[in-house]
């Protein structure tokens, strides 16, 4: 499950795919709602790793 | 208008108020959570490691977003636009790392009783040089950090209308006395009224200024007009040329976040692996509002606030737009916001000094009694330094030894984290790297004037990246090549002593 751990590093700095002003969002450019948005998924990503890990018997 | 010179009183009524009750807080400290042994650097210096996962969040919330970070951040994209909002991937990315990396760390720390990351190196490596290294990497590091709190200190009470170096003296050494008598504690109960201050403070803002100024779509939109006007690398978007930049900035600065002894000290005063992990979960509550937070430098271009400047952005903005009540409150949450980062660095700082200057090499004989004492003393020796390197030398010299120092801890990544992970490296190999990343990062910020970005060409096209993260590369290069000359020597991982413990 840690291996999940790695999409914010995939999604966050290959920065040309989200160097772009649209679709917006509340007024929002892609660029800044989009990487606003990688906050609560890394924390639900870290998340599934924790429940993950604590199956694991707390390593 | 820009910071008018005549006193707000109001505000500074307000101001007053609350700086007085985290004061009372701070002296407070000393007896809330106490354990058994009092004298102990344990207790002194980490809180007794009792903290659980609400005091955790607080603390290294309170202790990583510090009040520079409030000011700057905005400073920064007011000025340039998008390119500063890297801090956001930058504290996004940091919680996979401290996931991964710091339950093993404090792990380990917390079965031998080691109190700083050196403590930490020292007893895998066995080895004096290394220990000394990264324990004066810590401190060398974290001065220029301290000082720039004060600065985030001083233009809040500069916007509220005093002049002179008196109030922040005045500030500054009840911070000491506090923390001299309460140790971490002091920090983090005043993290509790700080936090909560600087979330009203931020949601209010964000909420509010937009209403005022018309909706974020006009606050893009004036922004970028304003950025179309200014011109050169500035806009709402990134240049190409500052995508590699950019991407390096964020996950070289994300490296180096729980390498400095003020983000590890709430590590290790932390009461257990799952404290820290389910932290890794809930702080990113803080980056969502450090990304608003950023967006108020957008905010002052809509609003039409022309700051003197960069750094008066945030405070400029907040005269023009509140009542003053609200402006106090909002000074005052910066100015706290100062006080819980500056308190755990000048007590990190002071840890390191204890353990691995003065027990390594001047009292080895030191009891914890004797080193709490010591590291008392050295906190209040660290923070009158930083208050008059900020008085007397000029502020620019401060942010350039804080990027030097960022620079700088990073080269001790490889020493903390790989002997957790890997039996292969021995210190000699890790201590001939990070004199090597150390080196040549120092040299190439340097002699580009104190940059975080170098350029580099390959086949005649201009490459950037952020120099800290290059540095590191080399470190770890050449670590792994002395490694492999060493291991042609002597069977690799002889001296695996304590392993995976």
């Not at chain 2, 008392?376 to 330094?385: A, E, H, R, Y």
């Amino acid at each position: 499950m840690r291996i999940l751990l790695l999409l914010p590093f995939f999604g966050l700095l290959w920065v040309p795919f989200y160097n772009q002003a649209t679709p917006e969002l509340f007024g929002f450019p892609f660029f800044y709602w989009y990487q606003l948005l990688w906050v609560p998924v890394t924390a639900a990503l870290t998340w599934i790793a924790f429940r993950a890990t604590r199956n694991e018997g707390d390593e | 208008m820009g910071t008018a010179p005549h006193i707000n009183w109001t505000a500074l009524s307000v101001f007053i108020f609350f700086f007085a009750l985290v004061t009372v807080m701070g002296f407070l400290a000393s007896r809330w959570q106490r354990g058994s042994g009092e004298a102990h650097l344990d207790e002194w210096g980490l809180g007794g490691r009792r903290f659980g996962t609400w005091i955790t969040w607080f603390l290294v919330g309170g202790d990583f977003y510090t009040a520079y970070t409030v000011i700057a951040v905005p400073a920064l994209v007011y000025a340039v636009g998008a390119y500063g909002f890297f801090a956001l991937p930058y504290t996004i990315l940091v919680y996979p790392i401290v996931f991964c990396i710091m339950p093993r760390l404090w792990r380990v720390a917390h079965k031998a009783g080691h109190v700083t990351a050196a403590d930490v190196v020292y007893a895998r490596f066995k080895s004096r040089p290394l220990e000394l290294a990264i324990a004066a990497t810590g401190v060398l590091a974290t001065m220029p950090y301290i000082a720039l709190q004060l600065v985030g200190m001083e233009v809040v009470i500069k916007a509220l209308g005093l002049t002179g170096e008196l109030p922040l003296t005045a500030a500054f050494v009840i911070l000491a006395l506090y923390t001299y008598s309460a140790g971490l504690r002091a920090p983090a109960l005043i993290a509790f009224v700080k936090d909560l201050m600087i979330y009203i403070v931020v949601l209010v803002a964000v909420v509010l200024v937009p209403m005022k100024l018309g909706g974020y779509g006009m606050v893009f939109a004036k922004a970028g007009a304003a950025f179309d006007a200014k011109g050169g690398a500035t806009g709402l978007l990134l240049k190409p040329s500052q995508y590699l930049p950019y991407a390096t900035l964020a996950l070289g600065s994300a490296l180096a976040a729980f390498m400095y002894p003020h983000t590890l000290t709430g590590i290790f005063a932390a009461n257990g692996e799952n404290t820290i992990r389910k932290n890794a979960i809930y702080l990113p509550a803080y980056t969502l509002l450090l990304g608003l937070i950023a967006l108020l430098g957008y905010m002052a271009w809509a609003a039409d606030v022309h700051p003197a400047t960069p750094n008066d952005t945030v405070p400029a903005l907040f005269n023009a737009l509140f009542p003053s009540w609200f402006t106090g409150f909002a000074f005052s949450a910066i100015a706290i916001g100062a006080l819980v980062p500056a308190a755990v660095m000048s007590i990190g700082a002071a840890n390191l000094f204890t353990r691995n200057f003065w027990k390594a090499y001047v009292n080895p004989q030191v009891s914890p009694q004797g080193e709490a004492k010591v590291a008392k003393i050295v906190s209040l020796v660290v923070k009158f330094g930083a208050l008059v390197f900020i008085i007397f030398v000029p502020t620019q010299y401060a942010l350039d030894l804080q990027l030097l120092g960022g620079l700088w801890i990073l080269q001790t990544f490889p020493s903390v984290v790989f002997g957790l992970f890997f039996n292969w490296f021995r210190g000699t190999s890790l201590l001939i790297g990070w004199v090597a990343g150390l080196g040549i990062g120092s040299w190439m910020a340097i002699s580009d004037g104190v940059k975080p970005v170098h350029t580099f060409m390959i086949g005649g096209d201009p490459y950037a990246m952020y120099t800290g993260l290059f540095a590191l590369g080399v470190n770890i290069v050449v670590a792994v090549v002395v490694q492999l000359v060493l291991s042609m020597f002597k069977p690799s991982g002889a001296q695996g002593v304590a392993s995976r413990a």
